[in-house]
């Protein structure tokens, strides 16, 4: 496995109300590697348990997934920067697997394709979003990808340049279309996926489910963004 530099890669980890899972979270993450968790408005204490516990912790009040991640984002110093959900759904210990063609330069965006280890790890009416989903990225981006997998991991300035917007559930789509836009190398890794503590915020209900999907179609009708010029030094242009 690639040698990774301490403090060369920062662990963005959305989190509400993950009060149960943080313990099993927070020490999977690799040695060296900083835990920032981006509390999004909790009452049951998870940001006093994730200071406890040595992570480094963000209040972004305003509420959504992408408000949270691109909270961590910014507040992110490494130069690589990784995302991982805080519900125990994804083991942080498989981070290094993600992020290693980033570091060693192959690649540019890695994703983690989630592989359900229990029929219960991902609900049905989710699986079918993320089928659908996968159809309409390749279409508009080319790109042959399975999942939009919340583990993830990219260059941090890089992904600054991108210039993203959105602040609820199409952020990670948005940082996939303007990735592929500006010519980046975007590949995908299997991860294991656990059956996750707690109702998602996001999926775990048809309407949640029906509210991402809002959210990420209206991604999807954005026009074709000017390649970000950092973004396509990064690439070298290769996909």
């Known amino acids: ?22 313990p099993w979270v927070l020490e999977r993450v690799p040695p060296g590697w900083r835990a920032i968790v981006v509390d999004n408005g909790s009452t049951d204490g998870s940001p006093d348990i994730a200071r406890e516990l040595g992570a480094y912790v963000v209040h972004e009040p305003r509420r959504g997934f992408g408000a949270a991640c691109h909270a961590g984002l910014t507040a992110a110093t490494a130069d690589v920067v990784c995302f991982c959900d805080c519900d125990a759904s994804l083991d942080p210990g498989l981070l290094p697997t993600v992020a290693g063609p980033v570091l060693d330069g192959t690649e540019d965006l890695v994703l983690g394709r989630r592989r359900p280890t229990a029929p219960n790890a991902w609900p049905v009416h989710a699986r079918l979003a ?52 500006a010519g980046w190398r975007v590949t995908e890794t299997d991860v294991p996926y656990h059956p996750r503590t707690g109702r998602s915020k996001v999926t775990g209900t048809w309407r949640g489910t029906c509210q991402a ?3 990420m179609r209206a991604v ?6 000017a390649a970000p010029a950092f973004g396509a030094s990064i690439a070298g242009g290769a996909r």
């Open 1 to 22: 496995m690639i040698e990774i530099p301490p403090s060369s890669v920062d662990v963005v980890l959305p989190c509400l109300d993950e009060a149960r899972t943080l």
């Open 130 to 181: 993320n089928l659908e989903l996968a159809r309409l990225i390749r279409r508009r981006t080319g790109l042959r990808l399975r999942d939009l997998g919340p583990m993830r991991a990219a260059r941090r300035e890089a992904l600054m340049a991108l210039g993203l917007t959105d602040r609820r559930s199409g952020y990670p789509l948005q940082k996939v279309v303007r990735a592929a836009d």
């Open 213 to 215: 999907v809002r959210d």
């Open 220 to 225: 999807l009708a954005e026009r074709p963004a």
